[in-house]
Structures are given as structure tokens and as C-alpha cells.
């Protein structure tokens, strides 16, 4: 399902005593938010962005209006949200909460496999959790298994590695 916000990530520290903040992201790229100049709050504050650095693994984030540590502690384990509409994100991309609730299809036999309930990050590839009639089936998120993803009508087709959905 498209969404107006989504999550971009959490503030998880401080950097400095100037106001700048470490940022996690929950995107393939530490940076993210470059070119992105409003971020929101949860509860859909707008916050200016100054800058957005890479640093590893996160981004080091400095805000307007947010100038010392003090000012920066108080955003510290706040998760930030981007609008939809200003995400850059390359065709055939998504963020994992407009998949979430999506019905799965086997792409050869059409038959619904069940809802893509969560997605567990596992460092080689995304696991895909999809529960039918109280089981829960597990599948890699790669190439060969995603056939295609249908944000709009909250449809994904795979194409599921042999034996994970057989009854026992």
C-alpha cells in the first residue's frame, strides 16, 4: 500500500556538541536523505535538514534549529519519517512497509500463498515471512524467488523455491 509518510529511519545519538545527530537508516544507503530537505517527526513535526554525511554504516544529520547536544539528545531514539513524494528511489525499489499486508502469489500456479506479514534482514538477503491458515513460511528475498512487486494493488508474485510451501 503507498503511503503519504514513511519511516527513513531513527535517530540513534548524538555526534558532537554542535547539534548534530547519528542517523540509522532503513534503506539500502547510509545517505538516503541527501537531497531530501524536510524530514517529519512521528508525529509528523516537520524538521529542516542542513546536511546529511555518510559515516559507515549510518549518517551523521545536522538539523536546522538544532545547534547544541542538548537540543540533539532530545531527538535521540525518534524515528524519522520522509514523505512519499520525496523519496528518490530507483524503479523496482520499495520500502518494506508498503510490502507489509501484501497478498503472495506462485507465479506458475496463481494460487495465493499467503500475506507477506514481516521482513527480517539477515545481512546476504531480506527473509520474507508469509503466514497462511496460522503457518508462517519463510523465503529468501532474492532475484530468482521475487517475481514482482505491485505496491499499488497490494499484490507480489514469487516464484517459491521447491518444498518451502509443501504440507508435512
Given at each position: 500500500?503507498?503511503?503519504?509518510?514513511?519511516?527513513?529511519?531513527?535517530?540513534?545519538?548524538?555526534?558532537?556538541?554542535?547539534?548534530?545527530?547519528?542517523?540509522?537508516?532503513?534503506?539500502?544507503?547510509?545517505?538516503?536523505?541527501?537531497?531530501?530537505?524536510?524530514v517529519y517527526l512521528?508525529?509528523?513535526?516537520?524538521?529542516?535538514?542542513?546536511?546529511?554525511?555518510?559515516?559507515?554504516?549510518?549518517?551523521?544529520?545536522?538539523?536546522?534549529?538544532?545547534?547544541?547536544?542538548?537540543?540533539?539528545?532530545?531527538?535521540?531514539?525518534?524515528?524519522?519519517?520522509?514523505?512519499?513524494?520525496?523519496?528518490?528511489?530507483?524503479?523496482?525499489?520499495?520500502?518494506?512497509?508498503?510490502?507489509?499486508?501484501?497478498?503472495?502469489?506462485?507465479?506458475?500456479?496463481?494460487?495465493?500463498?499467503?500475506?507477506?506479514?514481516?521482513?527480517?534482514?539477515?545481512?546476504?538477503?531480506?527473509?520474507?515471512?508469509?503466514?497462511?491458515?496460522?503457518?508462517?513460511?519463510?523465503?529468501?528475498?532474492?532475484?530468482?524467488?521475487?517475481?514482482?512487486?505491485?505496491?499499488?494493488?497490494?499484490?507480489?508474485?514469487?516464484?517459491?523455491?521447491?518444498?518451502?510451501?509443501?504440507?508435512?
Open positions: 500500500m503507498i503511503k503519504e509518510f514513511l519511516e527513513a529511519g531513527k535517530v540513534v545519538g548524538t555526534h558532537g556538541i554542535k547539534g548534530a545527530v547519528r542517523f540509522q537508516p532503513w534503506s539500502d544507503e547510509p545517505d538516503f536523505l541527501k537531497g531530501i530537505k524536510t512521528a508525529d509528523k513535526t516537520p524538521v529542516n535538514i542542513v546536511s546529511v554525511k555518510p559515516h559507515g554504516n549510518i549518517a551523521i544529520i545536522e538539523f536546522e534549529n538544532v545547534n547544541s547536544i542538548e537540543d540533539a539528545e532530545k531527538l535521540r531514539n525518534k524515528t524519522v519519517l520522509v514523505k512519499r513524494s520525496d523519496a528518490k528511489i530507483p524503479e523496482g525499489r520499495y520500502f518494506i512497509e508498503e510490502i507489509i499486508g501484501s497478498k503472495v502469489f506462485d507465479e506458475k500456479s496463481g494460487e495465493l500463498l499467503g500475506i507477506l506479514s514481516d521482513v527480517s534482514p539477515t545481512g546476504a538477503n531480506d527473509v520474507w515471512h508469509i503466514k497462511k491458515d496460522g503457518k508462517e513460511y519463510l523465503i529468501p528475498a532474492i532475484e530468482s524467488v521475487i517475481v514482482s512487486v505491485d505496491i499499488e494493488n497490494e499484490k507480489v508474485i514469487i516464484n517459491p523455491l521447491e518444498g518451502i510451501f509443501d504440507e508435512n
